[in-house]
């Protein structure tokens, strides 16, 4: 009896169009009310046939790996609509291609294969299709980007040390006058050493200043900091300047981060009557550090 009970049980299911997993109240075909386990396996050989019994493969081998996906046959072989998921977490690229006459599509363009670069993930589907592209590439998703930290600031480029009048150089932020910014968010100009322009009949050499800027609040982590710099002209003189990186470094009072730069002036060398390209005026350094982790 309990044989019989047995068989008209799994055959009015089999009737039934919707199937309940820990639910009494299907909506779907199937519907799952909890948790959904599939096969997973991490691969490390360089080269790898995907079974009919995987589901989501992890690469974690060294070097270029080759994932080739199963033959797709008709019947109980065609697979349609069988879904494999595949993430590279290795430091080298997988090529993902179709067995030997099978297509993968991307788009309307079948191909034989697909390149998953590192860190990257993929998904491809089994349509109906065994010539025309028989995998859809349903889902890509490319190496994590990289995140950045941006911080930007103004800070003065003071007068020139030979300028008519000029400002005597200094150095351990014996003047204060140039200093920029407010709180902690505050730059001091520790130092200035100008040099004076050289015009001859040989060469010529710009009026230029080796600049070092102290930052008072917390020193940044400057492990792959990109100093960017430009110089500005808020005044009414004509003068035109270039800034030039020279070091970033955790080495100032108490190791506060300090910033040296050069600042030259390119649009006139030498003299011009009263007038000459050691500036006296008072200019921008602009000022982007962007920190790459």
Same mark, same amino acid.
Not at 91 to 103: D, F, V
Not at 107 to 110: A, E, G, L, S, V
Not at 166 to 170: I, S, Y
Not at 233 to 251: E, R
């Given at each position: 009896?309990?044989?019989?009970?047995?068989?008209?049980?799994?055959?009015?299911?089999?009737?039934?169009?919707?199937?309940g997993?820990?639910t009494?109240?299907?909506n779907?075909?199937?519907?799952v009310?909890?948790?959904?386990?599939?096969?997973?396996?991490?691969?490390?050989?360089?080269?790898?046939?995907?079974?009919?019994?995987?589901h989501?493969?992890?690469?974690? $081998?060294?070097?270029?790996?080759?994932?080739?996906?199963?033959?797709i046959?008709t019947?109980?072989?065609?697979?349609?609509?069988?879904?494999?998921k595949?993430?590279?977490?290795?430091?080298?690229?997988?090529?993902?291609?179709?067995?030997?006459?099978?297509?993968?599509?991307i788009?309307?363009?079948?191909v034989?294969s697909?390149?998953?670069?590192?860190?990257?993930?993929?998904?491809?589907?089994?349509?109906?299709?065994?010539?025309?592209?028989?995998?859809?590439?349903s889902?890509?998703?490319?190496?994590?980007?990289?995140?950045?930290?941006?911080? $930007?600031?103004?800070?003065?480029?003071?007068?020139?040390g030979?300028?008519?009048p000029?400002?005597?150089?200094?150095t351990?932020?014996?003047?204060?006058?140039?200093?920029?910014?407010?709180?902690?968010?505050?730059?001091?100009?520790?130092?200035?050493?100008?040099?004076t322009?050289?015009?001859t009949?040989?060469?010529?050499?710009?009026?230029r200043?080796?600049?070092?800027?102290?930052?008072?609040?917390a020193?940044?982590?400057v492990?792959?900091?990109?100093?960017?710099l430009?110089? $500005?002209?808020?005044?009414?003189?004509?003068?035109?300047?270039?800034?030039?990186?020279?070091?970033?470094?955790?080495?100032g009072?108490?190791?506060?981060?300090?910033?040296?730069?050069?600042?030259?002036?390119?649009?006139?060398?030498?003299?011009?009557?009263?007038?000459?390209?050691?500036?006296t $005026?008072?200019?921008?350094?602009?000022?982007?550090?962007?920190?790459?982790?």
């Open positions: 009896m309990k044989k019989c009970i047995s068989i008209f049980l799994l055959w009015g299911l089999s009737l039934n169009a919707q199937v997993i820990n009494t109240t299907p779907s075909t199937l519907a009310n909890g948790s959904l386990g599939a096969n997973y396996k991490q691969v490390t050989a360089n080269t790898y046939t995907i079974l009919a019994n995987d989501y493969l992890t690469y974690n $081998g060294t070097g270029d790996a080759t994932f080739t996906l199963p033959v046959g019947g109980t072989t065609s697979y349609t609509g069988r879904i494999y595949i993430k590279n977490i290795s430091t080298s690229a997988i090529t993902l291609q179709a067995s030997s006459g099978n297509t993968l599509r788009d309307n363009t079948p034989t697909f390149v998953i670069p590192l860190g990257a993930y993929a998904e491809v589907v089994n349509n109906t299709n065994t010539t025309g592209g028989t995998w859809d590439l889902f890509t998703v490319l190496p994590k980007p990289s995140n950045v930290e941006i911080y $930007g600031s103004q800070l003065s480029i003071p007068p020139h030979n300028g008519t000029g400002v005597a150089d200094w351990n932020h014996t003047t204060t006058s140039y200093d920029t910014g407010s709180g902690t968010d505050l730059w001091w100009v520790i130092s200035k050493s100008s040099t322009y050289a015009h009949a040989a060469y010529s050499n710009a009026s200043m080796m600049i070092v800027y102290e930052y008072q609040g020193p940044f982590n492990t792959n900091m990109y100093p960017i430009t110089a $500005g002209n808020n005044s009414s003189f004509p003068d035109v300047f270039t800034a030039s990186f020279v070091s970033l470094a955790n080495n009072t108490g190791g506060k981060t300090r910033l040296t730069v050069s600042v030259s002036r390119i649009d006139f060398i030498g003299a011009n009557g009263s007038n000459n390209s050691n500036w $005026g008072t200019f921008l350094l602009n000022l982007l550090l962007a920190r790459k982790y």
